[in-house]
């Protein structure tokens, strides 16, 4: 489940939004190019070295989702972008990489959980969240393969949809918001 992966990326899903709609969040310059995602992980890294920054994305639809993929990326993990993706609905977001793996759900606007998962425990009366029966049987250990397919269990949870490397190799639509120039 998590063998593509990459060393640090984001994965958010947007509930209530079109693509258009969810590429308007994300601050997209419209390429009109759309990739796989192994090919826009390699046009993230021209574009990190153009930029200093993660600034690319995919993004298509799931089921009744929208789903950014982010290489190298975070965007989609921060508030304001999060705040956008979920005032019709609800996002999900989802950073993993580099010892950092967050969780954050939000519904119209307010943030229902934003959990760290390194060891995350959802017995743990100092976590405690309203996520916690999408949790269970999960294992949010010190090894990273285990934490990251455990997270994605998360996701399919709570949004009823699997992502897949058959989502991933099919071509979506390719975002970039920062101008390598």
Not at 65 to 92: C, F, H, M
Not at 154 to 165: A, Y
Request: include cysteine; glycine fraction near 8%; charge should be negative.
């Amino acid at each position: 489940m998590s063998e593509w992966f990459s060393e640090s990326m984001s994965i958010t899903f947007s509930h209530g939004l079109s693509i258009d709609e969810v590429a308007a969040a994300f601050g997209d310059l419209g390429t009109g190019l759309y990739y796989t995602y192994p090919e826009a992980v390699e046009e993230s890294y021209e574009a990190f070295e153009a930029a200093g920054i993660g600034c690319t994305a995919i993004v298509g639809e799931l089921g009744k989702w929208v789903v950014t993929v982010e290489p190298d990326g975070y965007k989609g993990n921060l508030w304001y972008v999060l705040q956008r993706l979920s005032q019709s609905d609800r996002a999900i977001s989802v950073l993993c990489g580099h010892g950092t793996y967050n969780l954050s759900y939000v519904v119209h606007s307010q943030m229902i959980a934003d959990l760290r998962l390194w060891n995350y425990s959802h017995k743990s009366p100092i976590e405690n969240s309203e996520l916690d029966p999408y949790f269970d049987g999960l294992e949010f250990t010190e090894n990273d393969l285990v934490i990251k397919a455990s997270t994605l269990t998360v996701c399919e949870r709570l949004t009823h949809e699997r992502l897949d490397s058959n989502w991933l190799n099919r071509r979506h639509r390719w975002l970039i918001w920062e101008d390598p120039d």
